[in-house]
């Protein structure tokens, strides 16, 4: 189950005063393979989520920080509004390769 996997709107683990727009990767108690995170797989503990940005290797996200904490979740991004060509609503999906696995062994 995913929470909003299209995109969600929380403060900056480091910078409570700033906020980024990620999307939800994994929730508690799922297992993530990790994009350069220190661990190569980790379980999400309760009472967090795993987020990402789109441009891995360029973004501010849970592979530099790690579990985030659902208290610093502040909204849900549900449309792009800017630029005005890239006006659309936002589907929950995920990127095909970063589904939460099942078990460590996969």
């Not at 297992?31 to 190569?40: D, L, M, R, S, W």
């Not at 967090?48 to 592979?63: L, M, R, T």
């Amino acid at each position: 189950m995913q929470l909003f996997p299209e995109g969600g709107r929380k403060r900056s683990p480091r910078n409570p005063e700033q906020k980024i727009i990620k999307r939800v990767i994994a929730l508690e108690g799922d297992i993530i393979k990790t994009i350069g995170y220190k661990k190569k797989y980790v379980k999400v503990p309760h009472g967090h989520i795993w987020v990402e940005g789109d441009h891995h290797g360029h973004s501010f996200d849970s592979n530099a920080f790690g579990p985030v904490s659902l208290g610093l979740l502040h909204a849900r991004a549900t449309h792009i509004l800017w630029p005005p060509e890239r006006w659309q609503k936002l589907h929950p999906q995920l990127p095909p390769k970063r589904q939460p696995l099942q078990d460590e062994e996969e």
